[in-house]
């Protein structure tokens, strides 16, 4: 049942789950768009940390300390913060999520 309400977008299954849980719950929407947006994050965090396992498994440690690094006020540091390193990571590897290669005018979301 629940599948037949996705040809409706992201807007049909925010009603669908709006409706499912208004009796349960009280304020549904909100309710219902931060599980959404927590189950994103957490997705998210996971693949990071496996993205930046990878990395770090791929190159040295030299390598990757030169490689992974930046500079601020003439010191060099190396990047600590998943986010960052799968961030460079993926930009050095030429795979780019859709959202940071494209710009707003040339994405096509069905």
């Known amino acids: 049942m629940g599948a037949l309400k996705f040809h409706r977008g992201i807007e049909g299954m925010v009603d669908y789950l709006t409706s499912r849980a208004s009796a349960r719950l009280g304020s549904p929407k ?3 768009m931060t599980g959404i947006s927590d ?17 770090r498994e791929e190159y040295d440690t030299d390598e990757f ?8 006020q ?13 961030r460079f990571y993926q930009k ?3 795979n780019q999520a859709y959202w940071e ?4 005018d ?3 979301i069905d």
Do not use: P
Request: aromatic residues 6%.
């Open 30 to 32: 909100l309710t219902i």
């Open 39 to 55: 189950a994103l994050r957490r997705a998210r965090k996971i693949r990071n940390r496996n993205d930046a396992a990878k990395a």
């Open 65 to 72: 300390n030169e490689l992974f690094s930046y500079k601020k």
């Open 74 to 86: 003439g010191k060099k540091y190396v990047m600590k913060r998943e986010q960052d390193i799968v």
């Open 92 to 94: 050095v590897r030429d």
């Open 101 to 104: 290669r494209a710009s707003e």
């Open 106 to 108: 040339e994405i096509e």
